[in-house]
C-alpha cells in the first residue's frame, strides 16, 4: 500500500505500523492526509492478518501537530458539516483490532484528537500534548470534548480546553492521558511489546473485548458528533478566527522574510 503522506509498514509479527510523513510541517494533517489514513484504515480493517495497528510521527519533533492551519484557514461552514477528521477519528476508534499511539514530540489539536481516537498513547520524555484550538479561534470539534473528558474526566477537559494549555509527558501521564512515558529511544520498542504482549491473547477476544470497552466508554454519539461539527462551522466563517490562524501563517512568513525559514 503507497500514500502521498502516510507510509503503512506491514511486519512480519501480525501487526502493520502507519507512519505520518509530514515532517517538515511537523506532520500536520491535511486533507490529502486524511483521505490516505482513511483508505488506509479501510484496507488494513479487511485484512486479516493485521492484528493491531501502532501509529507514529516521522521525524523527530512530532507526532501530529495539528490540522494543517494552511488548509483551516479557508475551511468554511460546508467544510465542517462534512466532519472531515470527526469521521476519520470515528473510523479510527472503530477498529477492528487494537491501535497504539507512539507520540513522539508534539501532540496537538486534531493530532491529539486522533491519539484520544487509539486505544493506547504511549509518550516519551519530550512529548507534548494539548488541544490549543480556542487560542485559533476554533474549537476542538473531533471528538476531544467526549474522547478527552472519557479519558480525564471532565474538570481536567475543561481546563485543558478552555486555556488551550500545553501539557508536559510527565503530567499527561499523571492525569491519565498517556498510559505511560519512557526515554524517547526506547518509546517504539515499548509500543511493539505490548503489542506482542498483546498477540499473544486469544484474537477473538481481543477483538470481541474492544466492541465492550468502545461500548461502555465514552464513545462519540453520532448527534454529538454533529453537533461539535455545526459548532465548528460557525467558528469557521468567524473573523475571530480568520484573523488568529493569519497570525500564525504570517509567522512562518516573516521567518521566510528573515531568512530563517
Ligand atoms: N499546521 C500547519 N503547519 C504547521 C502546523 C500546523 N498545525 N504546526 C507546525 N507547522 C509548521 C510550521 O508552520 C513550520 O513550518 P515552516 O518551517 O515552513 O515555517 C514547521 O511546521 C515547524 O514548526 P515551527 O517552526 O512552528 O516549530 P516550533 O518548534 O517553533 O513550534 C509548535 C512548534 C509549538 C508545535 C508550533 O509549530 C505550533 O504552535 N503549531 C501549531 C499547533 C496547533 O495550534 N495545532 C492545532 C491546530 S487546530 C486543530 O488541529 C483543530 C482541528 C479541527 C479540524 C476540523 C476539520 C473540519
Same mark, same amino acid.
Given at each position: ?50 492484528? &493491531? ?12 501537530? &495539528?490540522? *494543517? ?12 458539516? %462534512? ?41 516519551? *520524555?519530550?512529548?507534548? %500534548? ?95 458528533? %454533529? ?33 530563517? &525559514?
Amino acid at each position: 500500500m503507497s500514500y502521498e503522506t502516510i507510509e503503512v509498514r506491514s511486519t512480519d509479527e501480525g501487526w502493520a505500523e502507519v507512519v505520518f510523513n509530514r515532517p517538515d510541517v511537523l506532520n500536520a494533517l491535511n486533507l490529502q492526509m486524511v483521505k490516505d489514513l482513511s483508505a488506509a484504515l479501510e484496507a488494513l480493517a479487511g485484512d486479516a492478518s493485521v492484528r &493491531g495497528l501502532i501509529f507514529h510521527g516521522a521525524g523527530d519533533k512530532a507526532f501530529v501537530a &495539528g490540522a *494543517d492551519i494552511s488548509e483551516l484557514v479557508e475551511r468554511k461552514v460546508d467544510d465542517a458539516l %462534512m466532519a472531515i477528521n470527526a469521521g476519520l477519528f470515528q473510523k479510527l476508534e472503530d477498529f477492528p483490532r487494537p491501535t497504539i499511539a507512539a507520540i513522539r514530540g508534539y501532540c496537538l489539536g486534531g493530532g491529539s484528537e486522533l491519539a484520544l481516537a487509539c486505544d493506547l498513547r504511549y509518550g516519551s *520524555d519530550d512529548t507534548v %500534548m494539548g488541544q490549543p484550538e480556542v487560542k485559533l479561534g476554533i474549537i476542538p470539534g473531533a471528538g476531544a470534548p467526549h474522547r478527552l473528558t472519557g479519558v480525564v474526566g471532565t474538570g481536567m477537559a475543561r481546563e485543558l480546553i478552555f486555556t488551550g494549555r500545553l501539557v508536559k509527558a510527565e503530567e499527561c501521564a499523571r492525569i491519565g492521558l498517556l498510559n505511560r512515558v519512557v526515554a524517547v529511544e526506547s518509546l517504539l520498542d515499548e509500543a511493539r511489546n505490548t503489542m506482542r504482549a498483546i498477540l499473544k491473547n486469544s484474537d477473538l477476544a481481543v477483538r470481541l473485548a474492544k466492541v465492550a470497552l468502545n461500548a461502555a466508554s465514552n464513545s462519540v454519539d453520532r448527534r454529538h458528533m %454533529m453537533l461539535e461539527c455545526i459548532s465548528q462551522g460557525i467558528t469557521f466563517e468567524s473573523e475571530d478566527k480568520r484573523e488568529r490562524m493569519t497570525r500564525f501563517l504570517e509567522r512562518k512568513k516573516a521567518k521566510e522574510e528573515r531568512g530563517d &525559514g
